[in-house]
């Protein structure tokens, strides 16, 4: 039987109303409710920096479980480890605004989960169980300053860590990038490659090796992040693979791509700063 919620995918609610809807607890990103035979999961993006991502339209949910090693035989990693035979109704929402759920449709295991390292609310290595859920419905079209504020929180994020937490995240991040439609399609960079590029490069430009052009509001000298082999001609965000360069060199890059240039900033994106 399937449950009437009343959304239409693309609805934006707030967390009383998702609790009133689904009869579900007023928090947690797995959320099961008895009552309606549901399960309601929650990406939410204005939390530091995530470790759920979408790629090829299929979303790596991470499972349930702060601190330690998740198990998938418990709590509601097993409901959703089960989901395809024990008849629970799993339901997806995401958060890129405070307190704002857009609602994405109903969600089903496209594949077996499996598990990989993270770390853990304490910064401690941990396995956790990874989920791959495909929408039933179309994905919905983001609007392009939802993605890009989104993408901004992300970064300011990264550029609070420590040269040690920074490089301690890398170890933990993916190859493969996340990609969403919006106006028009938009990689999900990964804030700590563009953070550590721009350490690296520590406000002089790796091409021109002139000092940034000025410097931002929080007195950070301005470099911007490039990927010698774009990320739309399959390009790994890496930092082997991402420079800091000022506005000029950047347009230059995008402009010429002169292979002399190329040679130039590849040999230093393998200079290693921590």
């Not at 609805?11 to 579900?24: C, E, G, M, P, S």
């Not at 609602?103 to 077996?112: I, M, N, S, T, Y």
């Not at 170890?171 to 969403?180: D, E, F, L, V």
């Not at 106006?183 to 406000?203: F, I, M, Q």
Request: hydrophobic share 30%.
């Amino acid at each position: 039987m399937n449950f009437d919620h009343g959304l239409n995918p693309g609805d934006t609610i707030k967390n009383k109303n998702l609790v009133k809807i689904f009869k579900i607890s007023t928090q947690g990103g797995m959320r099961r409710s008895l009552t309606t035979n549901t399960l309601t999961l929650v990406s939410d993006y204005t939390r530091g920096i995530y470790n759920d991502r979408w790629v090829n339209d299929i979303l790596h949910y991470t499972g349930m479980g702060l601190e330690g090693d998740q198990r998938i035989d418990v709590s509601q990693n097993r409901t959703l480890a089960e989901s395809s035979e024990n008849g629970v109704e799993v339901f997806l929402f995401e958060v890129f605004e405070s307190g704002e759920y857009i609602f994405q449709g109903q969600v089903k295991l496209v594949d077996k989960p499996y598990q990989e390292k993270q770390l853990d609310k304490n910064e401690n290595e941990r396995n956790v169980w990874i989920f791959p859920l495909k929408l039933s419905n179309k994905p919905i079209v983001l609007s392009e300053t939802i993605l890009l504020k989104k993408q901004e929180k992300m970064e300011k994020a990264a550029n609070k860590l420590s040269d040690n937490e920074l490089q301690r995240r890398l170890k933990y991040a993916k190859k493969n990038i996340g990609k969403r439609q919006v106006n028009s399609t938009s990689y999900e960079r990964n804030p700590l490659v563009a953070e550590y590029a721009k350490r690296r490069a520590n406000g002089v430009c790796e091409l021109c090796e002139q000092q940034a052009p000025f410097k931002t509001k929080r007195g950070e000298y301005y470099l911007e992040s490039h990927h010698l082999i774009w990320l739309s001609k399959n390009g790994e965000d890496t930092i082997n693979n991402t420079v800091a360069l000022c506005p000029n060199c950047h347009r230059k890059m995008h402009s010429l791509n002169l292979k002399k240039d190329i040679r130039q900033l590849k040999a230093k994106a393998k200079t290693f700063m921590i």
